[in-house]
């Protein structure tokens, strides 16, 4: 299994960031997906999870009403749109697959995104 996730950067607080992760080696339609980030120093949380249709999905509460995650099955592609971004965002941004009741051990190097105030 292959993931690749992209569209990190550096943005000022407030702004926007669209990131991408493509999969491969799986059959993309069958699984959940995540949205994990871990801050320099810090533990890696869940941030956004999209069930295998994209019909239900559930947020970590510090990035509820400002983070949106969506995935084209077409594409075996999972996107996190991030707004109303504040320095606290910052980390490196990983997307997993859910692999039964946990995830699958292949983080892929992930996107930095660093929000600057």
């Known amino acids: 299994v292959q993931l690749q996730a992209s569209g990190g950067g550096l943005v000022q607080a407030g702004g926007s960031l669209r990131l991408s992760c493509a999969a491969s080696?799986?059959?993309?339609?069958?699984?959940?997906m995540g949205w994990f980030r871990q801050a320099p120093g810090k533990q890696r949380e869940l941030v956004a999870f999209?069930?295998?249709?994209?019909?239900?999905?559930t947020y970590e509460d510090s990035v509820k009403g400002r983070f949106i995650i969506s995935r084209d099955n077409a594409k075996n592609t999972v996107y996190l749109q991030m707004n109303s971004l504040k320095p606290k965002d910052t980390a490196v941004y990983y997307c997993?697959?859910?692999?039964?009741?946990?995830?699958?051990?292949?983080w892929g190097q992930g996107t930095q995104v660093t929000v600057s105030s």
């Open positions: 997993n697959v859910k692999w039964g009741s946990s995830w699958l051990d292949a």
């Open positions: 080696g799986i059959i993309f339609r069958n699984y959940g």
């Open positions: 999209i069930n295998n249709s994209g019909g239900r999905t």
